[in-house]
Structures are given as structure tokens and as C-alpha cells.
């Protein structure tokens, strides 16, 4: 299954990519931290995406107002091994492993909605 994290409303050409997962048939739940790029849950093999690896959450640029996320869940017939263009699956962009994503068998969607961003470190 291949799981994938973005903010459409990014001021970027394309929908910012907040995390790229792919996971093993095993998997079927994902804990808090289950996408930690240092840690990650059994099954769970987190790749490059647009602020590193890792899910770290929503993040909005402050005072840019609402932003929505959309969670995308996509089962597929074949396991991704290699991304579009030969990279390996660690060194890919994050459309080029989404790109190389074959046949999907189904998709699951959920949006979430966030009007700021997490609270500041003191």
C-alpha cells in the first residue's frame, strides 16, 4: 500500500507533499508516530518527501490562513520497487515514487482542515 500526506492549499505549483509511505500488507493501523522517520512502526517504510522524511503534522505557514490535508490510501496490485526514472525508492522524489505506482486496486481519501499551526516552542 502506498500512503500519501498533502496540503493542496501550499502556496507551491503543486500540493506539498507532507509524507510518502509505503506499507506491508501486515499493516492495518497506524499508531501516533507510526511514520517517525527515525522510528517507524513495523511494516511501515517512510520515504523522502517534501520537508525531509517523516510525518511531523500539519504545518500552515502562519498567517496564511486554512489549509486542508488530504490522507490518501491506495492499495495496489503491485509492490512499488523502484520510482519513475530508475531512482532508488529511499533517493526518489516523492511524484516520482507516487508516479511509478501501477495498478491501484482502490483508494481511500480522508481530508482533514486546520486554520493555524502547531503552538511555538518555548
Known amino acids: 500500500m502506498l500512503l500519501v500526506i498533502e496540503d493542496p ?4 505549483p503543486a500540493p506539498f507533499i507532507h509524507c510518502v509511505a509505503l506499507l ?6 497506524l499508531a501516533q508516530g507510526a511514520l517517525d522517520a527515525d522510528s517507524p512502526a513495523d511494516g511501515v517504510h517512510v ?3 517534501g520537508m525531509g522524511r517523516g510525518y511531523l503534522g500539519p504545518a500552515p505557514i502562519k498567517g496564511h490562513g486554512p ?6 490510501l491506495f492499495a495496489l ?5 523502484r520510482a519513475v526514472g530508475g531512482s532508488t525508492l529511499k533517493s526518489a522524489k516523492p511524484r516520482d515514487v507516487v ?5 491501484v486496486l482502490a483508494r481511500g481519501r ?11 516552542v518555548v
Open 9 to 12: 492549499d501550499a502556496p507551491t
Open 24 to 29: 506491508e500488507p501486515s499493516v492495518t493501523t
Open 47 to 49: 520515504l523522502r518527501s
Open 67 to 72: 489549509h486542508r490535508y488530504v490522507f490518501q
Open 77 to 81: 496490485a503491485t509492490a512499488v520497487t
Open 99 to 103: 508516479a511509478a505506482a501501477a495498478e
Open 110 to 120: 480522508v481530508d482533514g482542515f486546520t486554520t493555524s499551526g502547531p503552538e511555538p
